[in-house]
């Protein structure tokens, strides 16, 4: 089983649902838009790839260089570099790494034991979802309810005090607010644990089959490692849903305030319907539809906040991994993380796209 | 003389805007009676939607009504809590609006707007039984009921444009205010949209306050006519009688710019100037700027709205009694 | 304000007839608190350019010298360094200790006190050189454990003089009659007491003054990297929008692949590749934000391409570049300066985080991000590190945001009441 297999089923099971939806239920209209959107999805990856082929090509001297520095004898550095390839003509060297690509395996680390980078990230993946997946529930959570409460009560002090906190919140660097979390409550109450994912010890007693700990320790009954997978969760996800709260906030409110000036709104108010049903379900379920689809934008939000905070929370998911390979000059693993973002990226955008399509009746022509 | 059903008394509008306050609806008196079709015309920026939107308490922020009475089925309207105005809004009055596009919901089912409007004032009945009601209502108004399941986008615009009118009249309102019903709407539909009006208000004793510029559907249809300028009423009266005698300036002009089969190669007559600005309204009648018949009163003093003949009212000096004033410049 | 000509439907407003002081207070009234808005962020902005300019003059220390002892908390006086010899030695201040062999002073190890003795040192000897001497004074260090066993050390004639922090000494000094404090190490008083109002970090390093100077660096990623990005991003844009088929599709392509890209990981990549620099981390940046002035601009230069009145300039023979002059650009021009304002801040966030990360800056200058990331270390015992420079970033992207933000209500024309 490829080591990333629990990251595709995540990512490929409500994808598949929904493309099982779509031709099944959907309109010829719907189908094509499908095709065609999953068509752009292709050249879109190639290009993120072939730029990030071409970013780590431009160093002057090569990798081996770079990471062996004055340790190798030359003829160690030579075979290296025929090794992995870096003697070849740039051509065949981007073939091989396109190649690498759509099979998904990335070769070995070039520094510090030869392990498989697919291996690595197979463990490193689903700690970055784990990270991410309960912080963007938070932050839609808070900035859908709160952006429509600032909408509804548009020029008046909720309005401006939600406002301020989109903005203030959207100014702090995410690192910071993960320290000052660290600070206050690990440091100084004690309440959570300063960071990591799990308590040391108890973290042997874990049987990994997903690398998803939570889910992990839930299958197997591990309560005392769940509590503490939970425990370590909190700060490190509140941070990271605290930040993004603001951006959906902003978006949030800015398209409820908008659709409250549609003709409907008015009409529906002209036959009575209390305001509040007015705004959270006529207004809020039209302004959604374009803030779901700007989750597609704020993927990349999201990567860049997580390798923020598993770096302040030492958290072991892809963030540090690329933090940590770069210090030690692991090109090939670089490469290969900017790469899988990449892919994640354009995967994810793919599937908000669709998703968009299907709740608006409208795209269905 | 049938009772009146809702009474305007004095009532003024003002929009803030960055310039200054707006006067859009400025002491109008208006008196509508039981069963009648009573059309509101004008040109744009007149203040006749804001005066229906008034009559409904429906002027948002930066408008707001500054003064006036609204007497209706024996109450103040402005009196009232928001609650008893909601039930009072699509329960007792019902609206239509002008695009029928843009005022339903896209996202949602026409069965739905119907029920959940007919739930919301009559929480007591089932989504069975409001489902029930709507299929009679729109099969009443020529839709067939499997339509209801569709997307307001999945019906041509006259259609839409019943459904409008099934909703107005899902709760049974006795009072419907039609606001620029058919300006998106081609001559034929149009058609067919007057003559439905007409046995809706036959059928279930309605009274219709029909808002429009176009002159020609106001003539067919209406029962009076109220003819609006810049924020005022210029003249009121039975149809016949407003657009065969006209008395105001403004609707002799206006009547005079509607294009005939029989102009013969003569030239479109066309009102001198263009309508006032309302942060800054001429003195006394706003209309004398363009009246042909303008005396120096008119700048002066504001007419009255009063008595020509019977039931037909205007603003105008000519048929009033004026002392000799003499304008200061 | 650029001057459009009196028939080209350039977005105005009906306060254009008015001067512009006037109507800036007009505009006071109407759009109330987005006018506060941008007025008090403008002002911030001001204070922030200004000491990014000139940071030496507002900064009480150089920002990368050991200026103090560390750790200092804010508002903490630093300990006064305290010179104890036996009682009747005759030595009344350092200088007398002057000799051709190194002493021995005696210190407790892990406190600022051998620090303090050697800057003491240091300054008698350059004293007595300037005096036109030529002796020195040269310190051996010796450690203890405590403040006692140093002082019983220097009974037993182990050291010279012990260097210890007066209050502690003030406690101690009890138990050894034979010794005395004489007073500040320093002899004729302290180092001049500009203080540490918010502490020292791990190096001594004042950490006001690195705030201060973090404040130019900021400004010049944000600046330089924006103005980059807009140079690249505004006339692709134009051409994209404007000449639009084939080479706009293209373009798009490559720019909505790289638009959807986390901004920090390409920044990363990027820095990563380059190496370690100023220039570099800026241009990574710029990269970045090409995309978004491409999209904008772009848009802008489509839909005024619709427009009736270009068609109209265009029957009456006005050239391409006539056009993208007089009708798009000016058109283009709000939007741009608010985005211009949003990505300096961006870009400042991104820089902190790069230089959180340990990327792309060397690691002596003095930066939010690096102070961050060093206070981390510390976190345990020196909230101080952690605390303010993150404050700076965050008042410093919040003038810029609010800016933009405020900016953007008064400008959208989606968002005016109707």
């Known amino acids: 089983m490829h080591p990333l297999s629990i990251v595709f089923l995540i990512i490929g099971v409500p994808a598949a649902v929904l493309l099982l939806y779509v031709f099944v239920r959907g309109s010829g209209g719907l189908r094509r838009y499908v095709i065609t959107r999953i068509g752009l999805t292709i050249p879109m990856i190639f290009i993120l790839a072939s730029l990030v082929f071409l970013v780590l090509r431009i160093i002057p001297g090569d990798p081996v ?206 036959r009575g319907i209390r305001e509040r049903v007015v705004v959270y379900r006529h207004a809020l379920k039209n302004a959604m539809i374009p803030v779901i689809t700007l989750i597609g934008l704020q993927v990349a939000i999201l990567l860049a906040g997580a390798v923020l905070t598993e770096t302040v929370f030492a958290w072991p998911g892809m963030g540090r991994y690329l933090v940590e390979r770069i210090s030690v000059r692991d090109y090939t693993a670089v490469q290969s993380v900017i790469t899988m973002f990449a892919l994640f990226v354009a995967l994810i955008s793919l599937f908000v796209d669709i998703l968009y399509s299907l709740l608006d009746p409208r795209v269905r022509y | ?247 105001h300036p403004y609707t002799q002009g206006l009547l005079q710019a509607v294009p005939n089969i029989e102009l013969d190669g003569a030239e479109l007559y066309q009102m001198q100037g263009s309508p006032p600005s309302l942060l800054d309204p001429p003195p006394g009648c706003r209309f004398h700027p363009r009246c042909p018949e303008a005396m120096p009163i008119c700048s002066a003093e504001t007419p009255a709205f009063q008595s020509v003949s019977g039931e037909h009212l205007a603003a105008c000096w000519l048929y009033q009694e004026h002392p000799e004033v003499v304008a200061d410049a | 304000m650029t001057e459009a000509p009196p028939e080209v439907p350039v977005w105005r407003t009906d306060l254009e007839r008015i001067g512009l002081v006037r109507r800036i207070l007009r505009a006071r009234r109407w759009y109330r608190a987005d006018w506060w808005f941008v007025a008090i962020s403008s002002v911030l902005v001001a204070g922030f350019v200004v000491l990014a300019l000139v940071p030496g003059v507002f900064a009480p220390h150089d920002p990368r010298e050991q200026v103090g002892p560390r750790l200092l908390a804010p508002g903490e006086a630093p300990e006064l360094e305290a010179l104890v010899v036996p009682a009747g030695s005759g030595v009344n201040e350092l200088a007398d200790l002057v000799s051709e062999e190194r002493i021995k002073v005696g210190v407790v190890q892990g406190t600022p006190s051998s620090e303090a003795v050697r800057d003491a040192a240091a300054r008698v000897t350059e004293r007595l050189r300037a005096d036109g001497g030529d002796e020195r004074l040269r310190i051996r260090v010796v450690r203890h454990e405590t403040l006692d066993e140093a002082l019983r050390g220097l009974e037993a004639g182990e050291t010279v003089a012990v260097v210890g922090s007066s209050s502690e000494l003030a406690r101690v000094l009890d138990d050894h009659p034979g010794l005395v404090m004489v007073g500040p190490v320093d ?207 965050m008042s410093v992207v919040l003038a810029f945001t609010m800016m933009g933000e405020g900016l953007m209500e008064i400008f959208n024309p989606k968002l005016r009441d109707r």
Not at chain 3, 220 to 240: D, N, T, V, Y
Request: aromatic share 8%.
């Open chain 1, 65 to 270: 260089t770079s990471s062996l520095g004055p340790k190798g004898s030359p003829e160690l550095k030579a075979r290296l570099r025929a090794e992995l390839g870096l003697e070849d003509p740039l051509i065949v060297q981007y073939g091989r790494f396109l190649g690498d690509v759509v099979t998904l395996d990335f070769g070995r680390s070039l520094v510090g034991g030869q392990r498989r980078i697919v291996d690595e990230m197979g463990e490193r993946f689903p700690a970055t979802l784990e990270l991410v997946i309960p912080g963007t529930i938070l932050a839609l959570g808070i900035g859908l309810l709160f952006g429509t409460y600032a909408a509804a009560h548009r020029r008046r002090a909720p309005d401006y005090a939600l406002r301020m906190y989109g903005v203030v919140i959207y100014s702090m660097p995410i690192f910071w607010l993960g320290l000052l979390f660290q600070l206050v409550f690990a440091v100084k109450l004690g309440w959570f644990p300063v960071a990591g994912r799990i308590d040391a010890v108890i973290g042997t007693t874990v049987e990994r089959t997903t690398n998803m700990l939570l889910v992990d320790t839930l299958i197997s009954g591990n309560w005392a490692a769940f509590r503490s997978v939970l425990r370590h969760l909190v700060l490190p996800a509140v941070t990271l849903g605290l930040i993004l709260s603001g951006v959906f906030l902003r978006l949030t409110r800015i398209n409820v305030i908008e659709t409250l000036q549609q003709d409907y709104v008015t009409a529906a108010r002209a």
């Open chain 3, 187 to 393: 002899g004729e008083g302290a180092v001049a007491g500009r203080g540490f109002p918010l502490g020292t970090n791990q190096l001594g390093q004042d950490v006001l003054s690195r705030l201060i100077w973090g404040t130019r660096v900021a400004f010049l990623i944000g600046f330089a990297s924006a103005l980059l990005s807009l140079a690249a991003g505004l006339p692709l844009g134009l051409i994209a929008g404007y000449v639009g088929g084939k080479t706009d599709r293209v373009m798009s392509l490559v720019m909505d692949s790289l638009y959807a890209f986390p901004g920090l990981i390409l920044a990363i990549a990027i820095t990563a590749v380059l190496g370690p620099s100023i220039f570099n981390v800026i241009v990574a940046i710029a990269v970045v934000y090409v995309p978004t002035y491409y999209r904008i601009v772009r848009g802008q230069a489509l839909s005024v391409k619709e427009e009736l009145y270009v068609e109209a300039a265009r029957s009456l023979g006005a050239t391409n570049r006539d056009i993208l002059r007089r009708y798009v650009y000016p058109n283009v021009i709000p939007s741009v300066a608010i985005i211009f304002s949003v990505n300096v801040a961006d870009a400042i966030l991104t820089g902190a985080g790069l230089s959180f990360l340990g990327l792309g800056l060397p690691p002596d200058t003095p930066d939010w991000g690096i102070d961050l990331a060093r206070g981390q270390e510390n976190i345990q015992n020196a909230w101080w590190l952690i605390t303010f420079p993150g404050l700076a970033v």
């Open chain 2, 1 to 247: 003389m049938s009772e009146v059903i809702y009474s305007i008394r004095g009532l003024s509008v003002e929009y803030a805007t960055r310039s200054g306050a707006v006067r859009a609806v400025d002491g109008v008196d208006l008196d509508i009676r039981r069963g009648e079709i009573l059309g509101l015309v004008g040109e744009s920026g007149c203040g006749k939607s804001t005066l229906g939107k008034a009559m409904m308490r429906m002027i948002t922020p930066p408008g707001r009504i500054v003064t006036g009475e609204l007497w209706f089925e024996g109450q103040d309207l402005m009196q009232l809590s928001e609650r008893k105005m909601r039930a009072i809004r699509g329960g007792r009055i019902g609206m239509v609006f002008q695009d029928p596009m843009t005022s339903l919901n896209p996202v949602q089912r026409i069965v739905d707007h119907l029920t959940e409007t007919i739930r919301t004032h009559e929480p007591s009945v089932t989504e069975a039984a409001a489902r029930a009601r709507a299929e009679e209502l729109v099969e009443r108004l020529g839709i067939r009921r499997e339509r209801l399941d569709d997307y307001p986008h999945q019906l041509s615009g006259g259609m839409r444009q019943r459904v409008m009118i099934s909703l107005a009249l899902a709760l049974r309102a006795g009072l419907v205010i039609a606001d620029e019903p058919t300006t998106s709407l081609d001559v034929i539909v149009e058609a067919k949209f007057l003559d439905l009006l007409r046995e809706l208000r036959d059928e279930f004793d309605l009274t219709i306050v029909l808002i429009t510029h176009n002159i020609g559907v106001v003539a067919e249809v209406a029962d009076r006519v109220a003819v609006m300028y810049a924020g005022r009423l210029a003249e009121l009266g039975d149809v016949l009688e407003v657009f065969g005698e006209p008395r």
